[in-house]
């Protein structure tokens, strides 16, 4: 077995893929080998906020992996554009680097492939949610993501920890019918709103982009109170789904 510090700093690492290469971030905890969670960045990309959310999971015993979904589908406007056309039909070239990016994770020597788990932000939860169902996963963690059209996408899916910001107008519906969809598949879950938070409470963004979003229908912005809740939610619930 061995050890790396506890505060491991996040590597950039490239993972094959067809015949270039997905950047993403990496972190890992202090003792390995570990259970692993595959992290998806939410809209603003893979930036700093995606490398602590890494960093989170390190410390709570994971090695932690989040996978560019942008890079090489072109400039930012367009390769947004087509990445969320992949998640609105639920296939694509999105899905293609998400599982390339599972199956690097898994083959990792440091990596226990056996305990796995997905987690996702905002575009990221949406895609998190549909890959709980297609992967070999034993948790998933869903913040303030979109759901599929058709419930046959749940079929399959793992235990689920998820939380959605009730100001949050754009995905108002969500938070009910996902518990729905679980209930009736007799999926181990916890879904949870949080009344005074807007989308995006786990996150903090600056920009016009940034701005915009918590002005409208969404409120989007940081929730500390929220996002401390959540991350406590989701600690315990990985370590029964996946072990300690």
């Given at each position: 077995?061995?050890?790396?510090?506890?505060t491991?700093?996040?590597e950039t690492?490239?993972?094959p893929f067809?015949a270039?290469?997905?950047p993403?971030?990496?972190a890992r905890?202090a003792?390995?080998p570990?259970?692993?969670?595959?992290?998806f960045?939410?809209?603003?990309?893979?930036?700093?906020?995606?490398?602590?959310?890494?960093?989170?999971?390190?410390?709570?015993g994971?090695v932690?992996?989040?996978?560019?979904?942008?890079?090489?589908?072109?400039?930012?406007?367009f390769c947004?554009m087509?990445?969320?056309?992949?998640?609105?039909r639920?296939?694509?070239?999105a899905?293609a680097?998400?599982?390339?990016?599972?199956?690097?994770?898994a083959?990792?020597p440091?990596?226990?492939a056996?305990?796995?788990?997905v987690?996702?932000?905002c575009?990221g939860?949406g895609?998190a949610?549909?890959?709980?169902?297609?992967?070999?996963?034993?948790?998933?963690?869903v913040?303030?993501?979109?759901?599929?059209?058709e419930?046959?996408?749940?079929?399959?899916?793992c235990?689920?920890?998820?939380g959605?910001?009730?100001?949050d107008?754009s995905l108002?519906?969500a938070?009910?019918?996902l518990?729905?969809?679980?209930?009736?598949?007799?999926v181990?879950h916890?879904?949870k709103?949080?009344?005074?938070?807007?989308?995006?409470?786990?996150?903090s963004?600056?920009?016009l982009?940034?701005?915009l979003?918590?002005?409208g229908?969404m409120?989007?912005?940081?929730?500390?109170?929220?996002?401390?809740?959540s991350?406590?939610?989701?600690?315990?619930?990985?370590s029964?789904?996946?072990?300690?």
């Open positions: 077995m061995t050890t790396r510090p506890a491991s700093p996040v690492v490239r993972i067809e270039d290469a997905i993403a971030y990496l905890p003792t390995l570990a259970p692993a969670v595959l992290l960045h939410e809209v603003f990309g893979l930036n700093a906020d995606m490398a602590g959310k890494a960093q989170r999971f390190a410390a709570m994971y932690a992996l989040a996978p560019d979904l942008f890079e090489g589908r072109g400039r930012k406007p947004v087509r990445t969320m056309r992949d998640l609105g639920g296939a694509g070239g899905f680097r998400i599982e390339a990016a599972r199956a690097w994770l083959a990792q440091f990596v226990d056996s305990r796995l788990g987690a996702g932000f575009m939860g895609f949610l549909l890959d709980a169902a297609r992967a070999p996963y034993g948790a998933a963690a913040f303030y993501g979109q759901l599929p059209k419930e046959s996408a749940f079929d399959g899916i235990p689920v920890v998820a959605y910001g009730g100001r107008r108002k519906k938070p009910a019918r518990e729905a969809a679980l209930t009736a598949r007799g181990d916890d879904v709103t949080y009344p005074e938070a807007g989308h995006g409470f786990l996150s963004h600056d920009g982009f940034a701005w979003n918590r002005h229908p409120k989007v912005g940081f929730n500390e109170g929220a996002a401390e809740d991350w406590a939610r989701v600690e315990q619930f990985f029964r789904q996946l072990g300690p």
